[in-house]
């Protein structure tokens, strides 16, 4: 019924083919005769683009007429992956679309992966972004997601001799799916100084003088809603030097290469994504990057809403401002800045306005990952926003002083200014103070910031400035795209695909769970799903793997929280044990396939070691014969958004084993169990939410808790730190050279022996190890196993981030969805 909504663009197969041909042979101005896949790719890419922009413009226009209030989601990251196949299953012709394509000889998997995915993000950060984008647009709601057009994505991946090469990500060639918008730029200044004067009417006014500007660019790009007209936006600035600021005269004065020069410097602050996942490194660059996003996209609402000629008292009954984690926090003090020095209102009335307008959500509790930025470095860069700051803060701490007035470390406890050689600004307090909510990302982690990082906070503002927000995925990419077999199999039950927008209709799966027929087509679906993974391996690393063995994925950032190293300590000591069985205890034992990816951010030479360190355990045991296929180990070069929508459907198991109390939700672990994968996990994040939803019998949990930590951290700093003896067993063979130069890896293992293991591997290694047993012997029982996956899947309706995004619309952005039908 949605489709009569789509005015004009192609309907029928003969239609497409008569876009694509004009694409191909116009816009492309290439004959037919050569047409590679890549050309079929464009030109697909351009005919899907055509119908997009109709309805984009067109809700673009609804919502400016309806008026309502807006929300818009401020983050430095978008992992969009890829854009084509997304498009025509949410405009519903990827069956025309299909049929055209193989009418001029194409098959469409092939033209689909073509194209270069958009990878504007480093993790789940980036990645709950780009879901979150895909659940606004498909749930109506008035949204528009601002970020930076960075020229490099997160590099390429490349392991050479078994270590970690960074490739730059050049992915703007070709990309049929931004708009730019020469139109609409803004003019952005940094350095400078401020001026301080009395105006006409006595008032004491701030300017922001002097320094230099830049200029940015809007680039649009649709962001198209699953089976409704609603198009919504992202917004991507990019920068440039402003004309009339790199000047001129320059040129004529024969100074060519230096006037390069200052407009390359400009171009520099949108050329590259910060490859560190949580982890805070205080650059220049990185500062400007945020204060250039932060100002441009501001000046955008404010002019957006100047138009309705509201009162500035309304600005909150009409904009929603939600910061992925602290890296928008500058928005706070830009909008501050705007209404008071520049539309010259009150202090108090401007702050009512920010706080009321903006939310904040933190994605960590780990320490190094906590935004600071140096108050000397701050000065010099933005000299007007450090007195706001100040400002900001003097008033929030006279109203703590107020609150408590007997508690003077309070005082320095919740400063915005850390009292520090240098001192620093502490983003997430501020971010705090500038928002009406804070939410954390599961129910464990929104606790936890409760009684730990900001329990201060929790204090001054009472317990209900603080909520929750469980992550979600959207079911669009990650069941119906990623695994299209099993979401034709799920809406044969269900009796259509209503289930992909309201993924709580999943549970009527539970009535099939003694269908036989049902199940064998389940299980032949995850086997086919593996034959896939397995070609992809064979591809890339030309190493065979048994389709018929277990499928064990840990795919994700690598980072010693999220314990990767433990993973890899585990397959050295089940490969030691494979070597000291006898044959016949070898035919009882499952065969595995350890399959890992993920990048080190550059900088992290702990997390290069384990990379390392998997690639060299890979190459011993993948060749050792008498293994054969009880063992083999995969270091997946590049993992990405394209190759999680391959690996996601074709695990048994995956991996979310961080240390309790660090990982703040996770989100693929939701995607491996909506693909009928089980999780080996820790009590962490999102991984407690699973179970309670999907039932304690359907997952593997090990290891501490989140309680215990601290604790088990002080006994090994100040009690006696006894190694587990497996572990040991596992170390003393590295030492040994097992995996080449022992002292590739001393560190590692240093870490664990020698500086106070912080990651607790081997407190919980024995009980990993125990439960990897229990996971071989549970495995063999192949119908039983299908049972536990198609009740897992049935209750995963919770995590779709349709949920999430309507726990925020409700509880955070105050915000309903605009009725297409008028
Ligand atoms: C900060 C300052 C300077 C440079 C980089 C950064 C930076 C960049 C990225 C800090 C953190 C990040 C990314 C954090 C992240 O991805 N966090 C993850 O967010 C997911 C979505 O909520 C959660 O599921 C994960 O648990 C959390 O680790």
Known sequence: AWRKFSASGFKTKEEFEKEFVKHVETTLARSLFNCDELAAYSGTALAFRDRLVIEWNKTQQRQTFADQKRVYYLSLEFLMGRALDNAMLNVGLKDVAQEGLGDLGFRIEDVISQEHDAALGNGGLGRLAACFLDSMASLNYPAWGYGLRYRYGIFKQEIEDGYQVEIPDYWLDFNPWEFPRHDVTVDIQFYGWVRKYTDDNGKSVSSWEGGEIVQAVAYDVPIPGYRTPTTNNLRLWSSKAASGEFDFSKFNAGEYESAVGDQQR???????????????????????QQYFWCAASLYDIVRRFKKTERAWSSFSDQVAIQLNDTHPTLAIVELQRILVDIEGLEWEEAWNIVTNTFGYTN???????????????????????????????????????????????????????????????????????????????????????????????????????????????????????????????????????????????????????????????????????????????????????????????????????????????????????????????????????????????????MAKTIIHLINKVGEVVNKDKDVGDLLKVIFLEDYNVSKAEIICPASDISEHISTAGTEASGTSNMKFVLNGGLIIGTCDGANIEITRETGEQNIFLFGNLAEDVEDLRHAHYYGKHELDPELKKVFDVINQGMFGDQSAFSSLVNAIVEHGDYYLVSDDFRSYCETQDLIDETFKDQDGWVSKCITSVARMGFFSSDRCIQEYAESIWNIEPLDVEK
């Open 363 to 605: 994605h960590t509790v780990l320490p190094e990952a906590l935004e600071k930025w140096s108050v000397p470095l701050f000065q010099n860069l933005l000299p007007r926003h450090l007195q706001i700051i100040y400002d900001i803060n003097l008033f929030f701490l006279q109203s703590v002083e107020r609150k408590f007035p007997k508690d003077r470390e309070m005082l320095s406890r919740v400063s915005i200014i850390e009292e520090s050689q240098p001192q620093m600004i502490r983003m997430a307090y501020l971010a705090i103070v500038g928002s009406h909510k804070v939410n954390g990302v599961a129910e464990l982690h929104s606790d936890l910031i409760k009684t730990t990082i900001f329990k201060e906070f929790v204090k001054i503002y009472g317990p209900d400035k603080f909520t929750n927000v469980t992550n979600g995925i959207t079911p669009r990419r990650w069941l119906h795209q990623a695994n299209p077999r099993l979401s034709e199999l799920i809406a044969s039950k269900l009796g259509g695909y209503d289930f992909l927008k309201d993924l709580t209709l999943l549970n009527k799966l539970e009535h099939f769970i003694d269908d036989k027929d049902f199940k064998r087509e389940w299980a032949e679906i995850k086997y086919a799903n593996k034959v896939r993974l397995a070609q992809h391996i064979q591809k890339t690393t030309s190493v065979s793997v048994n389709p018929r063995a277990l499928f064990d994925v840990q795919v994700k950032r690598i980072h010693e929280y999220k314990r990767q190293q433990l993973n890899i300590f585990g397959v050295i000591h089940r490969y030691l044990a494979i070597k000291s069985m006898s044959a016949e205890e070898r035919k009882k034992l499952t065969p595995r396939v350890s399959i890992f990816g993920g990048k080190a951010a550059p900088g992290y030479w």
């Open 266 to 288: 400009a171009e520099t602050i949108s050329a590259v994504l910060y490859p560190n996942d949580n982890l805070d490194r205080g650059k220049e660059l990185r500062l400007k």
